[in-house]
């Protein structure tokens, strides 16, 4: 009796000891799921492991490195390049002899815009392309072999095209030349602009510029940006500055004399001459003080006698430009 007691008593301490370990395991095992950072994970291979326990402090996101970083290499934003200009020096003396220095700040892309809107490639014969690109023309028929009627043309620079398209960017250039020559507004300009334009060198021009036909003519911005030009090129650049400088209403024309073997051009400035001054004059338009420049030394309303002959003769052509 006393064995099978001893026996009913390790049983029960065996189970006991049992009931224990299972209710260790199973706090140890709650314990472990609250999150406290310690407990019993097993991987026996087949099954992935269960997550790492997050404290709830760290549930935050985290920051998006990659994203961060390619914000940080993304390169910023260039800043818009500024024109890139084309610097013109001129040296010239005034009425006064005072030598003055005019330099003239003019866009590249511009001038190179000026450059498409007159000329056209050599090879190009279609008469109305050349009508778009700064010229005139006039249409000659004649009789051809077995009585074919053909058709030719001829053409010249439509100056007055020329003069309207330049005056709205022709301000800013009129500014700086009359900045350079001490002018103010209210002052007459004429004087000093004509000497500015007489002193550019004066140089027979080609038929061909840059690879396109331009009939021996610069537009105004090419005068500036060669520092060279002939008559009528010289005639339409003074034109442009009389007309946009500050408060200007002058009117001005082109007269081109072609006659007794001379070609030629001047500018006739809309105003009433002072005596010994020579002018043109009509019943409609009134009197245009003519003005010679070519070269320098010339005051307005005078010009060379053999000038003044061929004008008397009539055979000159009369261009109004505004």
Excluded at 177 to 197: I, R
């Amino acid at each position: 009796m006393k064995n099978r007691f001893f026996y009913l008593n390790d049983l029960k301490s065996i189970a006991w000891l049992f009931i224990i370990c299972i209710c260790w395991i199973s706090l140890v095992f709650l314990v472990s799921r609250r999150g406290t950072g310690w407990g019993f994970i097993e991987y026996n291979g087949y099954q992935s492991p269960p997550p790492f326990p997050v404290e709830k402090e760290s549930k935050k996101p985290f920051p998006d490195k990659k994203k961060k970083v390619t914000e940080q290499s993304m390169p910023l934003p260039k800043p818009p390049e500024p024109p890139k200009k084309l610097e013109r020096k001129f040296y010239w003396e005034d009425p006064k002899k005072v030598f003055h220095e005019t330099v003239f700040q003019i866009e590249e892309k511009l001038f190179n815009d000026e450059l498409k809107e007159f000329g056209f490639p050599p090879q190009i014969t279609n008469p109305y392309i050349a009508r778009m690109k700064g010229f005139k023309l006039y249409s000659h028929t004649e009789m051809g072999p077995g009585h074919q009627i053909l058709e030719s043309f001829t053409g010249e620079v439509d100056y007055r095209q020329v003069f309207k398209r330049n005056v709205p960017y022709f301000k800013t250039l009129t500014a700086e030349l009359s900045a350079s020559a001490q002018l103010l507004p209210g002052m007459d300009p004429l004087y000093s602009f004509l000497c500015f334009v007489q002193q550019i060198r004066y140089s027979i021009l080609p038929k061909v510029y840059r690879g396109k036909f331009i009939g021996g003519f610069f537009v105004p911005l090419v005068v500036l940006v060669e520092q060279y030009a002939d008559c009528d090129s010289k005639v339409v650049l003074l034109a442009e500055f009389l007309a946009t400088f500050a408060g200007s209403t002058e009117k001005v024309a082109l007269v081109k004399i072609n006659g007794r073997g001379m070609q030629h051009a001047i500018l006739a400035v809309k105003r009433n001459p002072l005596p010994g001054m020579n002018s043109m004059f009509d019943m409609k338009k009134g009197y245009y003080i003519i003005m010679e420049t070519s070269s320098p030394g010339w005051s307005p309303g005078f010009i060379s006698p053999r000038v003044l002959d061929v004008l008397k003769a009539g055979f000159y052509e009369f261009l109004e430009f505004n």
